[in-house]
Structures are given as structure tokens and as C-alpha cells.
């Protein structure tokens, strides 16, 4: 864990997950999928059951985007409870007659991960991502690899021969770039194994309500979507 140490419980059992989204289902709850490159669309959950999850797309989909085998990942919140999973595109159905929106039909998942949300997931970060960070303490500053990036924290590891030795419960602060995107925070040190640390971001980012918080999800887009690109890759 790098950023939290509350407990995010996976439901594994078809039955249990197919209770567990239909409860999303009755309230239509709204979701958020995100694809490999640049597609994320709002959506609405429809159905759900242990052949097929489907949900109306509020965001119109791309020319060529959403094929079956496409990887998804679906994350969604309604009042206190909230999940993210990872599937596939069965369909694509733009047939529907107007005003219906395109309902798009996904393979059921094989987990769900209940009490995470698209802020608080932690993505692995791939080298060729090329997100690079600073970390600053004492008067000091440190060159540490990102392994992992959310919205609420971050897992570094430090050069051998670099450990800065910090405490849990440290202060520090931490800059990440990517390309033209920059983001400042304050964070604090949450674990501590040699030479890597858990890192959790102190500053209130609201998502969509501070620049910085925007910038931060700039970066965490890219380094999503390159995950995403790597599961459909592998598949």
C-alpha cells in the first residue's frame, strides 16, 4: 500500500459481484470508462449480470474506439460506496433510435475492488511513461524512481546509496513532471521498506478544484493509459 492504509476489499465470487453492481443498477448510478490513449466517457450503469455488464454512454464514444477485446477500466461511486474493475468490450450497440445513447455491453468482471475510486487506485508507472520526481526535505533534495502514482499518494524508490532515511511521519514536499505538466505537493512519509517509501499527498485535492489537483491528473491519465495499453497488450 503507498498511500492509504485503509483496507480496499476485492470481491471475487460472479454471484457477489453481480449483486454488488446491480445495487448500481437500481440508482443508475454514474461511471467513468476509461480506455487505452485518450478515451474516458461518462456512463450510466443499466444492467448487470454474470454474462455481460452493460452501461448507457453519456459521452458519445470515437469513430473506432470501444472494439470488442477493447481493455476497460469502470470506476463509479454513488453515496459512501464506490469500486473500480477491469474488463473487456463485448459490443458496442449505436443502433439504439434516438434519444437513447449508445449502450455499450462489457464482459463481466473477474474482480471488483470495493472502496476504491479512479482518486485513491494506485497505477503502476512504466518507465516509458516518462514521469520523473524530486523529493525535497531538510534543506535537501532527492532524485527517486515514481512506482506507483494516485491521487492521494505515491510509492518512490531511491537510488542505492541515496536512502534519505526519513522517518515515518516526515514532511516533505515532492514535484512530478511530465512533458509540459507540473504539479508541487506536500506530502508525508507513510511507510518505509529500504530504500522505497509510501508517500500520501497532504494537500486537500479535490478533483477539478485546484490547478495543481488538474495537473496531478494530467499526469496520472498518462500514466493509466499506458498501463492500460500494457494489459491490452499482454492479453
Known sequence: ?????????????????????????????????????????????????RESVSLELITAPARGALRPATVVSVSFRIDDRSGL????????????PSPQPPLLVLAPPPQVSRGESRRSYRYPVFGDTNVRAKLMADNQTWVPKVL????????????LGRDPELEIGSAVTVELWLKNYAVRL???????????????????LKEGALEDSTMLQTILRAVENRWLEALAQAR
Open 1 to 49: 500500500m503507498t498511500d492509504s492504509e485503509e483496507h480496499h476489499a476485492l470481491t471475487l465470487d460472479p454471484e457477489a459481484i453481480s449483486r454488488l453492481l446491480w445495487q448500481f443498477v437500481t440508482t443508475r448510478a454514474p461511471a467513468v470508462v476509461v480506455t487505452p490513449g485518450e478515451g474516458s466517457y461518462q456512463a450510466r450503469f443499466t444492467n448487470a449480470g
Open 85 to 96: 474493475f477491469l474488463t473487456t468490450v463485448q459490443r458496442l450497440d449505436l443502433s439504439r
Open 148 to 159: 506507483d502514482l494516485s491521487l492521494r499518494g505515491a510509492r518512490v524508490e531511491f537510488p
Open 186 to 204: 506536500a506530502a508525508d512519509v507513510r511507510r518505509c521498506d529500504s530504500r522505497i517509501y509510501g508517500l500520501r499527498f497532504t494537500e486537500d
